[in-house]
Structure formats: C-alpha cells, structure tokens
C-alpha cells in the first residue's frame, strides 16, 4: 500500500529563517509527487509536480526536490504569508491507475 | 480566486440522511475531481469525470455517488450518512483528462456536519 509521511507535524519559524520540509514515500511506481499549500478553510493550492529522481523545481522562495525515497519543500528566507499547510501527495501506478495518496501535512507558521 | 465554485458552504444533516454537493468548474475545463478532508484519514481522492464520463476512481465508497452534467456542472451525492462522513468535501478540475499530470484547481470546498 502506497504511504506517505510528512515531517515534522508542525513547524515554527522566524522570518528569514530558512528550513526544509520532508515527505518520505513509499508507492508501487512513482507517476508523480506533488506538493500543495492549503491556507485554513480554503481549498490547496498547486505548487509543484515532481516525475523523477533528481528532478528540482523552484517558485519564488520554494524549491522542491526529488529522491528516490523522499521529497523535500525547501523554503529560503519565509515571509509571514508563506504560513500555510504543505500537503505531499503521490500518484502510483501500483493497483488503481488513479491512486493518488496524500500525507497528513506539515503546518508552517512564519513568525515576524 | 480558484474559478472553482462550491455549493452550499456549509450543511448540517442527520445520519441516514442523504445529501447533494453541487461543483461549478472553471471555464473551459472538462475534469472534476472530487476530494474529501476530514481530520483523522487527512485529504483523499474520491472520483473524476471527464466531459460527462467517469474517468477514476479513488476511495469513494458506495453510499456515495457522483455525476457531471452536460455543462460540465457535477455534483456529488451522499446518502445514508454516517457520522463519520462529516469532512471537507472539495471539487477542483483541471483543462483536460490527463488526470493528475495536469494542475488541478480547488473550490473552496463544503463543511458537512453529520449530527
């Protein structure tokens, strides 16, 4: 069965403090990772699709990375309106066609 | 803004009841998925419909039932409910079919409160 574990639960930063959030996967056929913010009572936000290995992508002070075993939303220098939610999800190809899994979130708080 | 629109924002019911979620997607788009957000099982991928057709299937269980409508309008039915049905319901759809390989957009989602 596809898992994903996303650490830490919660996370507390200063502004300008950089950090790194995780998400460790386990999946039958990894289609794609991809990782969403969600701002309380509103639906997530698309920020990236990750397909392979060593694949990068950056936005504005996010990056996220991809490894064989985990993906990580690195967050240089936070601004207080990047607190927010950061949901991980996989898409397998293990099973349904359509498995899409999604860990519990890391909650992100950007102190001023 | 998402362009995703949701109805109602909110609803109380009672167990045994049955309840319908009504999903406006953006303009243009031909895919609605449906999801569910409660707090213990987290965020899951219930259902996709393309164009009028069921493309996928997620965890959705059998007391619940989607459809889309011509104008690409769908709503999500859930009957017999149970307390544990009580979540955020969200819609979002993407241009095409591609499924998950295409950026979706969320609706603001509905609370449902199963008492």
């Known amino acids: 069965e596809d898992q994903v574990t996303q650490s830490p639960e919660a996370l507390r930063l200063q502004e300008g403090e950089s950090s790194s959030l995780n998400c460790s996967y386990t999946?039958?056929?990894?289609?794609?990772l991809f990782w969403y913010r969600q701002d309380p009572g509103k639906g997530p936000e698309f920020l990236f699709t990750?397909?392979?290995a060593g694949e990068e992508k950056e936005k504005e002070r996010l990056k996220a990375t991809l490894t064989k075993k985990e993906s990580f939303l690195h967050i240089t220098a936070p601004k207080p309106e990047d607190s927010a939610t950061y949901l991980c999800?996989?898409?397998?190809?293990?099973?349904?066609?359509?498995?899409?899994?999604f860990g519990k979130g890391t909650l992100l708080t950007v102190n001023p | 803004d998402s362009g995703v629109t949701q109805t109602p924002k909110h609803l109380i019911t009672a167990t045994g009841q049955r309840v319908t979620l009504r999903c406006s997607p953006r303009?243009?788009?031909?895919?609605v998925y449906w999801y569910q957000q409660s707090l213990d099982q987290g965020l899951q991928f219930l259902i996709q419909?393309?164009?009028?057709?069921?493309?996928a299937k997620g965890n959705i269980l059998e007391r619940f039932s989607a459809q889309q409508f011509p104008d690409l309008h769908s709503e999500l039915n859930l009957s017999s409910l149970e307390l544990g049905d009580s979540a955020l319901y969200f819609c979002?759809?993407?241009?095409?079919?591609?499924?998950?390989?295409?950026?979706?957009?969320f609706g603001p989602g509905t609370r449902l409160l199963v008492l």
């Open positions: 979002a759809s993407s241009a095409s079919g591609q499924g998950f390989q295409e950026t979706q957009y």
């Open positions: 999946v039958s056929g990894l289609r794609g």
């Open positions: 990750l397909y392979s």
């Open positions: 999800a996989v898409w397998g190809s293990g099973g349904s066609n359509y498995k899409l899994t």
């Open positions: 303009s243009g788009d031909l895919s």
């Open positions: 419909y393309y164009n009028g057709e069921e493309r």
